[in-house]
Nanobody
């Protein structure tokens, strides 16, 4: 079992930056890939980024590619999402998730989820 808790959300103006954090507890988090997803009101949950167990392999959704960086610190059981050049359409609840094996792009593959953190970007 893995438990996840996000923090770092908030309200920023367009062009600003935020760093989201995800604290993991439970067994063998370092054996899990970690992902960030987001969901805006009335929209599907969207893949944002993922990092594999070793931390050196990362994947990004097209909507954030070039503006966001995912990283992890396995010694601290932490995952981070640095988001720059934020836009109003980045406004959503952001979720951290973890899985042992599977398609990191698909939210249905992840068995472990945090409660989410709100990000609001104003123009």
């Amino acid at each position: 079992q893995v438990q996840l808790a996000e923090s770092g959300g908030g309200s920023v103006q367009a062009g600003g930056s935020l760093r989201l954090s995800c604290a993991a507890t439970g067994r063998d988090f370092n054996l899990h890939a970690a992902g960030w997803f987001r969901q805006a009101p009335g929209k599907e949950r969207e893949f944002v980024a993922a990092v594999l167990q070793v931390g050196s392999i990362t994947y990004y959704g097209e909507s954030v590619k070039g503006r966001s960086t995912i990283s992890r610190d396995n010694a601290k059981n932490m995952v981070y999402l640095q988001m720059d050049s934020l836009r109003p359409d980045d406004t959503a609840v952001y979720y951290c998730a973890a899985l042992r094996n599977g398609n990191v792009y698909s939210h249905t593959e992840y068995p472990y989820w945090g409660q989410g953190t709100q990000v609001t970007v104003s123009s």
